[in-house]
């Protein structure tokens, strides 16, 4: 968190004009901080045969997690002493293992308001540090993992400690259970919890996570009550309390947040959905306007379908006082959308909430050349980046790559690709993966037009601002090397798109990052929740 502060503090302070890095530094960051553990992969999921099951962290990430568990498990047997000879334990076995529990249970609850923290939304350490919400997320679920091994083992020790000690010494194991676990109401609960937190690890499995987001998250809460109330419970007779007391102030303060963001931009706005496709634009005008940065979000509660139930989205524009989101129907709330929108004729009006800005804004403007990289509905992220450097008349060499599948999906940015390309301040490379130019012709014979040709013909004055291919992707790993190899001066890369487009762009920065004496830095806006 030291390290990630002064990263934050350099990033908001200095200017990267042609600024130049050491050579130390450029080594420690392709082999440290910016490559995934190992091969190329870290936002794209692991696969066995078909199945999506993991994400990878990025190697600082493994090796802080590495360091974590390493020193959990030292903090959990280094230094036990015990004391020969005794006449309470009987042997050190017995002493040493009373002792392992005792500690294993400190540790574990130690943990307990660090998850909350690091789970919530609005995270203190967030502004100090200029992690994502997907960073903490990783370290979440392995404090949460970690919390496991730590309350297992306490389960475990005790089991066999009080197996070789008093009454049950020697005694069956149908007897201990019976008289010393199931008659026991501490004992039986501390059962309940730890088997609560083993539900937990594995409902929150990736598969489901991905897969069934809006089953795993009931699932989720349902488990997390359970566990807290049969924590508390089997944790009050002994102390320690301070520790619940904590996280019980921590969800609070989160959620007192929450709604003063919700109140913020006010309870009563209003959002107008469109479908294009298969995407859904939605236009709100809250009741409060506030003043987002470039690749913030918020959390949008239809109030229509689940009201209880939100989900993030990028401010793609801030406009008269409307924000504009887009988002891909996939399944959840976005389907519900989709079809009840479609259901009338492709326009709603509906109720919101709007819960933010939340997210970090990256200071690309600072840098000389930028590279605005999107994949499919990416371009929301992306686009807020070009419309704040358009707006702010940049002079800086700006170049945007937008890799999507169907023509049709220029619909719902048609007007930021406008107003981005006037001028030819920035150069737009479109690449229609999914169609060749013939298709496309056929299409807007008997359809709506979507060019923005005409974007490029009112330029020609300057320079060619947009420059449309079909059916080709583009070789962004050799982009990315040659524009880093040729810059006069600092490069800033920022990604945002399926995990596959991701990787091969940290890739390419990584193997280029120590090969100009420039500073090159990589962005990525990947809200995960993987």
């Known amino acids: 968190m030291l390290l990630a502060f002064g990263r934050v503090i350099m990033l908001r302070l200095y200017l990267y004009k042609g600024s130049r890095q050491l050579t130390f ?228 303060f989160d959620r007192l947040i929450r709604v003063g963001r919700i109140l913020l931009a006010g309870p009563l706005s209003t959002a107008t959905v469109t479908v294009h496709g298969d995407a859904v634009y939605i236009d709100v005008k809250p009741a409060i306007h506030f003043q987002p940065k470039p690749g913030q979000y918020a959390f949008l509660y239809i109030l229509r379908h689940n009201f209880w139930e939100s989900h993030p989205f990028s401010i793609m524009e801030s406009r008269d006082d409307h924000y504009v989101f887009v988002a891909k129907a996939h399944k959840g709330l976005t389907n519900k959308i989709l079809r009840s929108v479609t259901k009338k004729n492709g326009h709603d009006v509906v109720s919101v909430w709007v819960e933010g800005p939340y997210g970090d804004s990256y200071p690309i403007a600072r840098y000389d050349t930028i590279i605005l990289i999107a994949g499919g509905i990416g371009i929301t992220a992306v686009m807020s980046y070009a419309l704040d450097l358009k707006r702010r008349n940049s002079q800086k060499h700006v170049t945007l790559y937008w890799m999507l599948r169907e023509h049709s999906s220029l619909r719902y940015v048609q007007s930021q690709l406008q107003e981005i390309a006037e001028g030819g301040l920035i150069d737009i490379n479109i690449h229609i993966t999914g169609e060749t130019e013939e298709d496309n012709e056929k299409i807007q014979s008997v359809s709506e037009s979507t060019s923005i040709s005409d974007c490029s013909e009112r330029n020609q004055g300057s320079r060619l601002a947009v420059r449309m291919k079909y059916n080709q992707r583009p070789e962004i790993r050799a982009i990315i090397a040659a524009t880093i190899q040729k810059a006069e001066g600092s490069v800033a890369v920022m990604s945002c798109g399926p995990g596959s487009l991701a990787d091969e762009c940290r890739k390419a920065v990584t193997d280029n990052v120590d090969k100009v004496k420039w500073r090159v830095d990589y962005f990525e806006d990947a809200f995960s929740w993987a």
């Open 25 to 252: 530094v450029s080594k420690f960051r392709k082999y440290i901080t910016l490559p995934a553990t190992w091969g190329g992969k870290h936002i794209e999921p692991q696969r066995v045969g078909k199945v999506h099951v993991n994400v990878i962290p990025t190697r600082w990430q493994s090796i802080v997690i590495l360091v974590f568990v390493a020193l959990n498990l030292t903090l959990l047997f280094v230094d036990m002493w015990t004391v020969p000879n005794n006449t309470v334990y009987y042997t050190d076995a017995i002493m040493r293992a009373r002792n392992i529990g005792d500690r294993a249970a400190l540790l574990g609850m130690s943990l307990f308001p660090v998850l909350f923290l690091f789970g919530g939304r609005n995270n203190i350490l967030t502004f100090f540090t200029g992690w994502s919400f997907e960073t903490f997320n990783v370290f979440h679920r392995w404090i949460g993992r970690m919390m496991f091994i730590n309350f297992a083992m306490h389960g475990w020790v005790f089991t066999y400690y009080y197996r070789h000690v008093g009454e049950y010494k020697g005694g069956s194991n149908f007897d201990y259970w019976k008289e010393h676990i199931l008659n026991n109401r501490d004992n039986w609960l501390g059962i309940v919890a730890i088997t609560l937190i083993g539900i937990i690890l594995v409902q929150a499995s990736y598969i489901l996570r991905h897969h069934w987001y809006e089953i795993f998250l009931v699932l989720h809460i349902t488990a997390v009550v359970g566990y807290f109330a049969t924590a508390w419970n089997h944790v009050q007779p002994h102390g320690y309390m301070e520790y619940f007391y904590t996280c019980v102030a921590i969800w609070g």
